[in-house]
């Protein structure tokens, strides 16, 4: 069964600093997304990464996704309470389905 | 162009109640998928359903949930005789099926049993 996991869970790190969250997967894919729940929120989308080697950057985040590794990572640099939220990876279930299974998420919490 | 619209945002049952839950998918998205989320937890697979058609359902309890989508109208997940445990917030994301879009997901809604 394809597992999803995620590291750090809790993340609380000084605006300014840079960070890096990881993602493992347990099966092959060649897709993984990475998105953000703020609480009380729905899920917002941030990634879309569909290739070994994807790289993709949107402000202060910047994604990555090494399928032979099975691994993604969400890099933020020099990071803005703005940031604060819970960032979530998704890998499809199987090829050729939209069908996700979500890692555990990481809370990560931006302070003065 | 709207979201994914879920209603109600809030819903409060009594144990033993049924639980009616809607989601209507973004224009032109005919994937509609339904994840339950724990608090402080991850969201967990429910159920993949395509107009009239239920493609998946492996993460459904065997009891008392149901889902359908009709040809017109929402999509209904459906909790009969609800328990304390069933208290959670239910998000609906639909897709329009291809590989490089990622699932739109609607404000949920969450379900508290009393």
């Known amino acids: 069964e394809l597992k999803v996991e995620q590291n750090p869970l809790f993340l609380s790190m000084q605006e300014g600093k840079n960070y890096t969250i990881y993602c493992n997967y347990s099966?092959?894919?060649?897709?993984l997304y990475w998105y953000r729940q703020d609480p009380g929120k729905s899920l917002e989308s941030l990634f879309v990464?569909?290739?070994?080697?994807a790289v993709k950057q949107e402000g202060r985040l910047m994604a990555s996704l090494d399928t032979k590794a099975r691994l993604s990572t969400l890099h933020i640099t020099a990071a803005v309470h703005d940031l604060s939220a819970t960032y979530f990876c998704?890998?499809?279930?199987?090829?050729?389905?939209?069908?996700?299974?979500f890692g555990t998420g990481t809370r990560l919490q931006v302070f003065p | 162009n709207a979201g994914v619209m879920q209603n109600p945002r809030h819903l409060v049952r009594r144990r033993g109640q049924e639980a009616r839950l809607r989601c209507s998918p973004m224009?032109?998205?005919?994937?509609v998928y339904w994840y339950r989320q724990l608090p402080e937890e991850g969201l967990k697979f429910m159920v993949y359903?395509?107009?009239?058609?239920?493609?998946?359902e492996s993460g459904m309890p065997k009891e008392r949930f149901s889902a359908e989508f009709p040809k017109e109208g929402p999509s209904i997940l459906r909790i009969q005789q609800v328990v304390r445990g069933d208290s959670a917030a239910y998000f609906c994301?639909?897709?329009?099926?291809?590989?490089?879009?990622?699932?739109?997901f609607g404000n949920g809604t969450r379900l508290t049993v009393t």
């Open positions: 994301a639909s897709s329009p099926g291809a590989p490089d879009s990622p699932l739109h």
């Open positions: 099966t092959t894919s060649d897709r």
């Open positions: 990464l569909l290739s070994n080697g």
């Open positions: 998704a890998v499809p279930r199987s090829y050729n389905t939209d069908k996700l299974i």
């Open positions: 224009k032109g998205h005919s994937h």
């Open positions: 359903l395509q107009k009239e058609n239920i493609i998946d």
